[in-house]
């Protein structure tokens, strides 16, 4: 499972670089065709690989070789994940072709450091009447050099800034996103114990993404900014984690009275309640699902963004 995603991670590197060089040459448009090309070509290659064995497989699944402790076909895992993660690397090509449209009187210098590159990103595009603050919190961190300041600062400008630049109607969007999640989490969990079936992990990790996903392009798209549709689906985020904890604790006492198993994955449980309970924050698992949902938002909000380009920025790059 690791090697697909970081399969997926390194692929969607390699899109957005060829999205960048063509886009430098031949423009946004042209450098997005080629990125999305890039992962058209990586997706074919792996199916061509991947078809043949899982057929193999189908057919004779007791000749397969397999680990031990992993299951059954489990070596065909890693082409599986990866087929599914890729489409999460499809707004890097956009991304790429963004970068590499850009003028080179738009370039601005590298971050320098980790902290600098985080309040960039919270203080880009905020508000119009929030922007001369941005800009004065990245010009206070400029001078500071002992790192533990610059830390410190950065969180808190980073905090304000989260705080007071959230786009309109992002209430509203968490409050959506957290019915929609906590009912989806409720009716998958009903269903897979009605029907015999694992835990909800992979709902908790999909269903979000794609929610979030939604919400940073609308926002993004609506707003013409980047940071806008990130800042919302940072807020709708801590939204559906509230809603999977908050569905989840109860039903994992139901999953641990009639399954005897963990919600998360159906696995047997313990026979104490608190075990069961613990199943649904464990961080291993929260930590997952956030990956997975920065992933949906990320692309969301590049994908927004980009689809609201300023026409007279594309020419700029040629």
Not at 75 to 91: H, I
Not at 112 to 128: F, G, I, K, S, Y
């Amino acid at each position: 499972m690791v090697l697909g995603l970081l399969a997926a991670v390194a692929c969607a590197g390699l899109a957005a670089l060829a999205a960048a060089t063509v886009a430098r040459a031949r423009r946004f448009g042209a450098g997005t065709v080629a990125g999305l090309l890039t992962l058209v070509a990586v997706a074919v290659g792996t199916a061509a690989a991947h078809l043949p064995l899982n057929a193999a497989y189908q057919a004779e699944p007791d000749s397969f070789p397999v680990v031990a402790n992993l299951g059954a076909g489990d070596l065909l895992m890693p082409f599986a994940v990866f087929l599914v993660v890729l489409s999460w690397a499809l707004p890097w090509p956009v991304l790429g072709a963004a970068r590499g449209a850009r003028t080179e009187t738009t370039e601005r210098l590298p971050a320098r450091d980790v902290w600098q590159l985080l309040l960039d990103l919270a203080t880009a595009d905020l508000p119009e009447n929030r922007s001369a603050g941005g800009a004065a919190l990245r010009a206070e961190l400029a001078p500071i050099d002992p790192p533990a300041e610059r830390r410190r600062f950065a969180l808190g400008g980073m905090w304000a800034a989260l705080r007071s630049g959230r786009p309109r109607a992002a209430w509203a969007s968490a409050a959506a996103v957290a019915v929609v999640v906590a009912a989806g989490s409720f009716a998958a969990s009903r269903w897979s114990l009605a029907h015999s079936r694992g835990g909800i992990l992979d709902f908790w990790i999909v269903g979000p993404s794609v929610l979030l996903l939604a919400v940073a392009l609308v926002t993004a798209w609506r707003n013409r900014s980047f940071g806008a549709g990130l800042r919302a689906a940072a807020l709708s985020g801590l939204a559906a984690l509230v809603a999977i904890v908050t569905v989840g604790v109860p039903e994992a006492l139901v999953w641990a009275q009639r399954q005897a198993g963990y919600l998360s994955t159906g696995d047997a449980v313990p026979p104490t309640w608190q075990s069961a309970v613990l199943d649904v924050v464990r961080p291993d698992f929260i930590l997952i699902m956030i990956v997975f949902w920065a992933i949906g938002a990320a692309g969301g909000a590049v994908l927004g963004t980009a689809l609201r380009r300023d026409p007279a920025g594309v020419t700029d790059g040629s």
